[in-house]
T-cell receptor, first 113, second 113 residues
C-alpha cells in the first residue's frame, strides 16, 4: 500500500518568514495530493491540492510543488502570520484502484509574532 | 451550506462499554469515510461507504468496530466493549464521489477509562 512520510514534525518560524513542509510517497500510481490544515481541536480543512498533471499550484501565500519522478511534494507558505499556526497534513491518493487517501503524520507549524 | 457534523463531540466511556458515534454528511454527498486519529498522528482510514453500501472496511482494527449507513446519508460507527487503546478522535468525511475533495467533520473525541 501507499506510504507517506512527512517532514519536519515541528517547524517554528518568525512572523513574515517562509515555511516549507515536505512529503514523500511510495506508490507511483498516486496522482492526487491534498494538504489539510488542522487547528487545535478543530476539523482538518483542505487548503490546497495538486494533481499529477501539474507541477506547481499557487493560491495567494500558499503554493504546492510536485515532483513525480522523485515522488515528493511540498507545501510552501510565504509571509507567515500567527494565524497560520496549526498542524498541516499532506496526503496521497490514487484515482484508480485504492481511492483512499494516505495521510502523513503531520507538521506542527508555530509562527512567532 | 451546512458542513459535515458529528455527535457527540466528546465521549467518555468506561472500559467495556459500547459507544455509538454519529456522522451527518453534507447533503448529496455519496461517499462517506471514517478515520481514526490518534494524538499527534494523521487520520487513519477505517471504512468507506458509497451511498448505503459499505465498500471497504479493511481499516477497522477489530470485530468490535462496526459501521452502518442504512439510508445512504447519516452514518453510525459503533464500538463494542471499548478498550483503552480505542481512545482517539474519530473523524468522518464526505465527498460527492470517490475522486472528489473530502470534507471533514469536527470529530468525536473518545476517551476510554
Amino acid at each position: 500500500g501507499e506510504n507517506v512520510e512527512q517532514h519536519p514534525s515541528t517547524l517554528s518560524v518568525q512572523e513574515g518568514d517562509s515555511a516549507v513542509i515536505k512529503c514523500t510517497y511510495s506508490d507511483s500510481a498516486s496522482n492526487y495530493f491534498p494538504w489539510y490544515k488542522q487547528e487545535l481541536g478543530k476539523r482538518p480543512q483542505l487548503i490546497i491540492d495538486i494533481r499529477s498533471n501539474v507541477g506547481e499550484k499557487k493560491d495567494q501565500r500558499i503554493a504546492v510543488t510536485l515532483n513525480k519522478t522523485a515522488k515528493h511534494f511540498s507545501l510552501h507558505i510565504t509571509e507567515t502570520q500567527p494565524e497560520d499556526s496549526a498542524v498541516y497534513f499532506c496526503a496521497a491518493r490514487s484515482n484508480g484502484g485504492s481511492y483512499i487517501p494516505t495521510f502523513g503524520r503531520g507538521t506542527s507549524l508555530i509562527v512567532h509574532p | 451550506g451546512a458542513g459535515v457534523s458529528q455527535s457527540p463531540r466528546y465521549k467518555v466511556a468506561k472500559r467495556g462499554q459500547d459507544v455509538a458515534l454519529r456522522c451527518d454528511p453534507i447533503s448529496g454527498h455519496v461517499s462517506l469515510f471514517w478515520y481514526q486519529q490518534a494524538l499527534g498522528q494523521g487520520p487513519e482510514f477505517l471504512t468507506y461507504f458509497q451511498n448505503e453500501a459499505q465498500l471497504d472496511k479493511s481499516g477497522l482494527p477489530s470485530d468490535r468496530f462496526f459501521a452502518e449507513r442504512p439510508e445512504g446519508s447519516v452514518s453510525t460507527l459503533k464500538i463494542q466493549r471499548t478498550q483503552q487503546e480505542d481512545s482517539a478522535v474519530y473523524l468522518c468525511a464526505s465527498s460527492l464521489g470517490t475522486q472528489e475533495t473530502q470534507y471533514f467533520g469536527p470529530g468525536t473525541r473518545l476517551l476510554v477509562l
